[in-house]
């Protein structure tokens, strides 16, 4: 680690202690080996990180949450920074970095959180992993409904869609969106998303983002399915991404049996592999995908779990070796 992250940790371990803040985190460690044509074909250890969240409340109107990431690739990642005002569970009002809520996915995808290992491919390919804004954000529940509205930079223009992650705005739009959903009895939870913005920089072309999730879970067994649909302008005509999956879980104990199925239509005639800007379009995208994924959980303790994961990747007019396994353990605390 190097002395200014070590610093920097330091400094803010004092600042949170000092406020005594709520401390929780979690770690992660992940194999995966994969057949001919996947890109990990030799098997390798990847995705080593660390999380920590701080938490606590200034007053009883004024909270406040920061969750940050360590990993090997780019150290520290500050995944959310924002303080919330309201005393009602009916309203509050977020200010500054926060997870965008489109789907349930976003909201629960650290490792000690999901039942596989990697995310699905509509997760994957049509938003940015981990997705967040910087802006304004309000959320609240009432009775069986709950919602989410938020303002903020909105997403980039890039290679792919999920490469749109940006903190600073690129042009004069705001990307603005919300989430709408019922309990429909006990257990049973359903929603609907939606995402609006410009995402070039000469503040031309829109983006948009429709989604629909369920969650379901009884004693024995969860099940969790998400739709996601992107439809994005483009200088030669309209790009689109779609895609869904469904997963079901039984639950046996220390024992939890996975199985997903996942299928993604992307087709994007401008951007893809090589793009710089609009005066540099890309290769295109023309990706019909789909996947079974099958895996198991163990409880091996209170707070570690390990992962087992197949997928059987299936590509459309492709004779593809790309199916892999993988390993994760997660720990959290």
Known sequence: MKKKTFFFLVAL?????SLHATITGYLSLDYTKGERDFDLSHGTFQNSQVGLLFSGDITPALSYLTEIRFNAESEVELEQAWMSLGTSEAFSLKLGLYLVEFGRYNQFSRPHQTMLI??????EKVYPSFWRDIGIQV???WRSFFYSAYLGNGLSEGEELRRGQQFKDNNRDKGKGGRVGWALGQ???VAYSYYNGKYDEANERSLSLHGADLFWVEEGYQIHAEYTRASLELPDGTGTAEGFFVQAVMNMGRFWPVACYQLLDYEDS???LGFISPDF???GISEKKRRWALGFMVQASENLILKFEYDFNREKDADLKDDSFSIQAALSF
Do not use: D, I, K, Y
């Open 13 to 17: 371990l004092t600042l949170f202690s």
């Open 118 to 123: 990697h995310p699905p491919l509509n997760v």
């Open 139 to 141: 959320q609240g529940r």
């Open 187 to 189: 257990g049973l939870e």
């Open 270 to 272: 401008f951007h893809g």
């Open 281 to 283: 379009p890309g290769a």
